[in-house]
């Protein structure tokens, strides 16, 4: 499904640049765009000055919407713009929902590894694959794919969190799972884990679900840098 962007590397600082010359040559401003593809289209404008990623899934939407050729993406020769259009632009679908849009929530198609390097602000890097628009969840932060088998059987390798950021890391649900991000005194952890009370009250246990998983983590709460409840998942046929 991605073959199109085979030839194309999403990491090249001149990706962006080469987007924006596009947009210009098409005199389009920014919401003009991408608008049509992402709910935050200001993070347009970020891309094409290499202060976020360009997604895989976000590329080709946009390679398929305005019909980019390819080749100009990866090289910066040619055309811009194919002139045949293998497809009915008013038949393509975004994947930003159009219905309650201003209530979906960033899919973000990255691991536990790669948030690591994205702290503090682990999102600011990472431009989402698409919008989730599923109201129990609407109110969250992030969906985001779980790996490894330690939180097994509450949440299962490949299913997908949502997660909401907690403001107030005081007040915590006893026993229910977290996304916490740790600064370098906890080792910069990113991890999934059942939280519960230390007689310390400085201080905080993260649990595995998993009874083989054996041993709790024991970090003082001043070294979390975020955290997030996760309040459910959905299957891949909701999104």
């Not at 390819?70 to 159009?98: A, D, M, N, Q, W």
């Not at 990472?126 to 790996?147: G, H, K, M, Q």
């Amino acid at each position: 499904m991605l073959s199109i962007l085979e030839n194309i590397d999403l990491q090249s600082e001149k990706i962006g640049p080469r987007l924006k010359g596009i947009r210009n040559s098409l005199e389009m401003t920014v919401e003009e765009f991408y608008s049509p593809l992402m709910k935050s289209f200001n993070n347009g404008s970020s891309i094409e000055n290499n202060k976020r990623k360009l997604g895989k899934r976000l590329a080709k939407d946009i390679i398929e919407y305005y019909n980019i050729n390819p080749g100009y993406l990866s090289t910066g020769e040619g055309e811009k713009l194919l002139k045949i259009r293998p497809y009915h632009k008013e038949s393509f679908k975004p994947r930003v929902s159009s219905v309650g849009a201003e209530e979906s929530v960033p899919y973000y198609d990255i691991n536990l590894a790669e948030l690591q390097q994205q702290l503090p602000d682990i999102f600011y890097d990472s431009t989402p694959e698409y919008y989730v628009n599923y109201r129990p969840f609407n109110d969250c932060t992030a969906y985001l794919p779980i790996y490894g088998d330690s939180m097994y059987p509450r949440f299962v390798n490949g299913e997908i969190i949502a997660i909401k950021e907690i403001t107030n890391p005081n007040i915590i649900l006893w026993g229910e799972a977290y996304l916490v991000i740790t600064d370098e005194h906890a080792n910069s952890m990113v991890t999934v884990k059942l939280l519960y009370e230390h007689a310390d009250t400085t201080k905080i246990i993260l649990r595995s679900s998993n009874s083989d998983y054996k041993g709790d983590t024991i970090i003082d709460k001043a070294s979390i840098v975020k955290l997030y409840i996760i309040k459910g998942k959905i299957t891949r046929s909701q999104i």
